[in-house]
């Protein structure tokens, strides 16, 4: 399992790369989603995703899956949903001033 | 603290206050308070150290500076130092005296500017040839090339001064570095920072493979400061500088530096035949160069620039050919070359005296007559009778005429080149029969730059017509210092054996220590009729005749150009240095955030990959791992389909479902994965985000289908593959080796302390508001952030009335 979640990860990696390079704004934005899902993804995956129970003590399980990873991905998840919120709104905001979401519109006169 | 330290910080002190004594008196000009300072340490070092006949005491004091690494303020004084500090208080005091008249007019010159910047120089002059510090010489020595700038660059609103004062200051600072590595490689070999416990390690270092980088990293220091072939171009451009100081600093003190350098050294390097070629070979180069370059010059200035060049390349290739004396350590042979290290003493003291009154009188026809320029020239003998004296005497110094001082320097010149020829090392046996015969004919030129500057000013025909001022005899004040000079330049002429006893000895002593044999320095006039004698006779006959032939050979194109043909590969360096380091940003910094992002990629590739393929870190574990159900096989294919799908979406709506898809399939594998509160947080997000893409998107362009080059798109394709290639290696051999560290998950604590200790059930939820729960605090504190960002960012406006 760890394998094939390995391989999803770097799809999602290279699709996310992919995005990142290209002169639209937006597709910019929706890589960096995409990479935030394969930080995700890679941080549960590592902890090793042997069988167990949900971290839940209600269960009374003889062993459970690891709670750790699980807590940071989720203080991961609430920051990158900020900070993908912001930059959303701040694509909003340079297309409102500039007219364009192209990058190499973007890039300013040649004196600056 | 002793005297002599106060001596070397007394004009740094004064140069704090004059700008209040400029302020505060301003009807008496600056220099008169200026005046006294050089006077006292003159007349203090003259009394308290010069030795009267008796034997000569060394001064040693030291004042911890940074003691921690070495670092201490030492002051070493002995015959060599004694004579620098001599000549920087002396003829400071006679060039500030002159000063005073020549910028006369207090109230369009910024005087405190010029004194300030004087009496740093002279502080920081006084610091280089008295400190024993490595360290504690190179800061003075930088402090020497930081005020030379300044100096030169007084008269700030003229473009040449500009000029001068930069390429002084790039080439000085330039040998400075270079100078303070080679000092870091002596550190390096001996351990210590101290010249005096460097020169009695010399014998151990010689061997060392440090030893000729040294050498030459501080012999490239030497060379720029003293204007040596092909450092000498500042040096011409210098002359932009007020009189004065071209008569201080750029002939009688700080070009001597590196002269003083090398003399320093001398008892360290110079045991090696590498010390005895470079010296000697680029002292020549210079020495031929600049009196050739001299003859070109139309501008009495320009003349003596070169000419200065022309005699240090004479005195450091004398201390070249003086070095033998230490190769040679036998009896009677040494004292043979010695000779050259004792007239480079001579020369040196010489030099000094001539060149500063030829200075002063340059300024004095300059002030009094409104130009520099030979071709103006003619006809003052009459006219400034006193500047003429004071112009015959340096002159016939200079070209090396008895009675005088220079002709005393020149043949001992020529004893110490025609010494030379009798070395037999490294092949100077062949070659040696060059350096009398290089030196012949740079005297020849020296005769005849030394006559047209005679007679191109003093003789020939009056033309008023071509002046801007009246001429007429300079006012008493400016003709004091050359005067004094001028006297000087007779007594020692005549009477040499004064300096003999008094100074020359001391310094010779102290630039070759392990000179053991007593030895008498005997300077006369006469010394029969020997080959030095002929030299000089034959010197002035063939000079004669190449004058009188001027006009004839000074056609030739090499002399029509005044400025060195050097400068153009300056000038066109320094472009080619900004034009090319303009070119190599531009390159790189093309203001395209793809382009930036590919060389961070491309960078992380190269640099993950190489770590993981040089320490062949990959590794796969295939047995370790959980089986993978049926149900998750599909949702993982889907997953990775819609991803592959998005970068050829070209709707956006569609683009934002299939993300939104994206996301609520990694909220369903978290459920598949067991971990509710992610899946649940996610499925949240992920609705939040889908709403807020929405939006967005509704106020921003269609997704124009993007036409791109295919080169533009492979390159893209390979970069972000590699990436995905080195980001899954490094994840397969993480895995796999995890276990192989031997350190356990510490996730048991969690799951059995997450009852007994916080209380709580929900083991994700304990860890993030209990046991982690700063973390959780801050990431708060990040969302209110971005929701504060939001916010200004929507209501901000741009251009004029905000209502945030």
Known sequence: MEILMIITVGVLVTVSTYLLLTKSLLRVVLGIVLLSHGAHLLLLTMSGLKEGAPPLLGEEAASYADPLPQALILTAIVISFGVTAFLLVLAYRTYKEHKTDDLDQLRGSADE | ?804
């Open chain 2, 1 to 804: 603290m002793s005297t002599l330290h106060y001596l070397v910080l007394a004009p740094f002190a004064l140069a704090i206050l004059i700008p209040f004594v400029y302020r505060w008196f301003r009807h008496i000009h600056t220099g008169w308070f200026v005046l006294p300072l050089p006077l006292v340490l003159f007349v203090y070092l003259f009394t308290q150290y010069l030795p009267f006949g008796g034997e000569f005491k060394t001064a040693a004091e030291s004042v911890a500076w940074i003691p921690s690494i070495g670092v201490n303020f030492d002051i070493y004084l002995d015959g060599l130092s004694l004579l620098f500090a001599l000549l920087i208080t002396g003829i400071g005091t006679l060039v500030v005296l002159y000063s005073i008249y020549y910028i006369a007019n207090k109230k369009d010159e910024p005087l405190n500017n010029f004194y300030v910047y004087l009496l740093m120089f002279m502080g920081a002059m006084l610091g280089v040839v008295l400190s024993d510090n490595l360290i504690v010489i190179y800061v003075f020595w930088e402090i020497t090339s930081l005020s030379s700038a300044l100096l030169i660059a007084y008269w700030f609103h003229k473009e040449k001064s500009r000029y001068g004062a930069q390429k002084s200051m790039l080439i000085t600072v330039a040998g400075g570095f270079a100078m303070l590595a080679g000092f870091s490689l002596l550190y390096i070999m001996t351990g210590t920072f101290s010249i005096q416990a460097i020169i009695e390690q010399a014998g151990s270092i010689m061997t060392h493979s440090l030893f000729i980088p040294a050498m030459l990293l501080v012999l490239l220091g030497a060379f720029t400061k003293s204007a040596q072939f092909p450092f000498h171009i500042w040096l011409p451009d210098a002359m932009e500088a007020p009189t004065p100081v071209s008569a201080y600093l750029h002939s009688a003190t700080m070009v001597k530096a590196g002269i003083y350098l090398v003399a320093r050294f001398t008892p360290v390097f110079a045991g090696t035949p590498e010390w005895f070629w470079i010296l000697t070979s680029f002292g020549l180069m210079t020495l031929i160069w600049g009196s050739i370059s001299a003859v070109r010059q139309k501008d009495l200035k320009g003349i003596l620039a070169f000419s200065t060049i022309s005699q240090l390349g004479l005195i450091m290739s004398l201390l070249g050919l003086g070095s033998a004396a230490v190769l040679y350590n036998v009896e009677n042979v040494d004292m043979l070359y010695a000779t050259a290290i004792i007239a480079a003493v001579f020369h040196l003291i010489n030099h000094a005296t001539f060149k500063g009154s030829l200075f002063m009188v340059v300024g004095i026809i300059d002030h009094e007559t409104g130009t520099r320029d030979i071709r103006k020239l003619g006809g003052l003998m009459t006219i400034m009778p006193i500047t003429f004296t004071i112009s015959l005497i340096g002159i016939a110094s200079m070209a090396g005429l008895p009675p005088f001082n220079g002709f005393l320097s020149k043949e001992m010149f020529f004893t110490g080149v025609l010494n030379a020829t009798t070395i037999d090392f490294f092949n100077v046996s062949t070659w040696g029969i060059l350096f009398p015969i290089v030196a012949w004919i740079a005297s020849v030129f020296t005769f005849v730059y030394c006559m047209i500057m005679f007679f191109r000013t003093f003789t020939g025909k009056h033309q008023p017509e071509k002046l801007e001022k009246e001429a007429h005899e300079a006012p008493m004040g400016l003709l004091i210092s050359p005067i004094v000079l001028a006297s000087l330049v007779v007594i020692f002429g005549l009477f040499p054996n004064i300096l003999s006893y008094s100074i020359i000895e001391p310094t010779v002593q102290s630039i070759l220590p392990n000179y053991t044999d007593e030895f008498y320095v005997n300077i006369y006039h006469w010394h029969g009729l020997n080959t030095e004698l002929f030299m000089t006779v034959a010197v002035v006959l063939f000079g004669a005749l190449v004058f009188l032939n001027l006009k004839r050979w000074q056609e030739a194109t090499f002399f029509l150009k005044e400025r060195d043909p050097l400068n153009r590969l300056y000038d066109g360096g320094l472009d080619g240095l900004v034009a090319g380091s303009q070119r190599v940003t531009n390159l790189q910094l093309t203001g395209l955030l793809r382009d930036y992002f590919a060389y961070m990629m491309v960078f992380m590739i190269l640099l993950l990959g190489w770590t993981i393929f040089r320490f062949d870190a990959i590794a796969f574990d295939f047995v370790n791992v959980a089986t993978v159900s049926p149900y998750l096989w599909v949702i993982t294919l889907v997953l990775i389909a819609s991803v592959i799908s998005v970068p050829f979406i070209s709707n956006r709506i569609g683009a934002i479902i299939v993300v939104g898809v994206i996301g609520f399939i990694i909220a369903l594998l978290f459920v598949v994965l067991r971990a509710p509160d992610l899946a649940l947080t996610q499925l949240l997000v992920e609705t939040v985000m889908v709403v807020l893409f929405l939006l967005c998107f509704y106020h921003l362009p269609e997704l124009k289908k993007e036409k791109f080059t295919p080169r533009f798109k492979l390159t893209n394709l390979v970069i972000s593959i590699g990436v995905g290639l080195v980001v899954t290696l490094t994840a397969f051999s993480a895995h796999a080796m995890r276990h192989d560290i031997g350190v356990e998950s510490i996730s048991q604590f969690f799951i059995e302390a997450s009852k007994p200790l916080a209380g709580g059930y929900n083991m994700v939820n304990v860890i993030l508001v209990d046991f982690r729960g700063l973390d959780t605090l801050l990431e708060v504190l990040v969302l209110a952030v971005a929701a504060l960002g939001v916010v200004t960012m929507i209501k901000l406006k741009m251009k004029g009335g905000e209502d945030v």
